[in-house]
């Protein structure tokens, strides 16, 4: 049975594992060279040390995904906007979890005091992610054309948004962490 749930000191190898398929095999991220299982815990650590969400979904222990928000940009004007990500394992596609995980995601968020979501998704031609970004919510606000360049080729990078909770409508009560 698939659960979501808060990522856990004992998830980082699965998490870095995931996350290394896609920097080796995909243009989903932009990295090249694949982080080590304790880098991948001090970016996990400086997330959760922020009191934002970093999820994964799993099903009887095994790890099947993972998502995150993290601040968009470090100016504290940008304190209430975070950007999101999310990866699968390659064998768990097609089975709704990406989109279960960003689910729960934007409403971790906004429980953190998050106003604003932005997807930033390497590859314009990365259907899938755009596609889950899409049906939780999200809506396409800009491409920029030919920024990365990876497995010999130039790479756009489509974005996304997605307000939350009450968004730009009121002014926030307190600051985000």
């Known amino acids: 049975m698939l659960n979501l749930r808060p990522s856990t000191d004992a998830d980082v190898p699965a998490i870095t594992a995931i996350y290394a398929h896609h920097v080796l095999h995909g243009t989903g991220t932009f990295e090249t ?35 995150y928000c993290q601040w968009f940009k470090p100016r504290p004007a940008y304190r ?13 596609g097609g089975q709704r979890i990406g989109n279960k995980l960003l689910t729960e995601l934007c409403k971790q968020a906004e429980a953190a005091g998050i106003r604003k979501l932005i997807a930033v998704i390497g590859d314009s031609g ?5 596609g889950v970004h899409r049906a939780v919510g999200f809506r396409h606000v800009g491409t920029i054309e030919s ?25 926030p009560e307190a600051p985000a962490k």
């Open 126 to 130: 990365n259907v899938r992610s755009i």
């Open 80 to 92: 209430f906007s975070a950007e999101d990500s999310i990866y699968l394992d390659p064998e768990a």
């Open 33 to 67: 060279t694949a982080p080590t299982e304790a880098e991948m815990a001090v970016r996990r650590t400086d997330v959760i040390a922020k009191g934002l969400p970093y999820l994964v979904a799993d099903n009887d222990g095994r790890v099947l995904g993972f998502a």
């Open 147 to 171: 920024c990365g360049w990876k497995f010999g080729q130039w790479l756009d990078i489509v974005l996304m948004e997605r307000s939350i909770g009450e968004g730009s409508r009121t002014a």
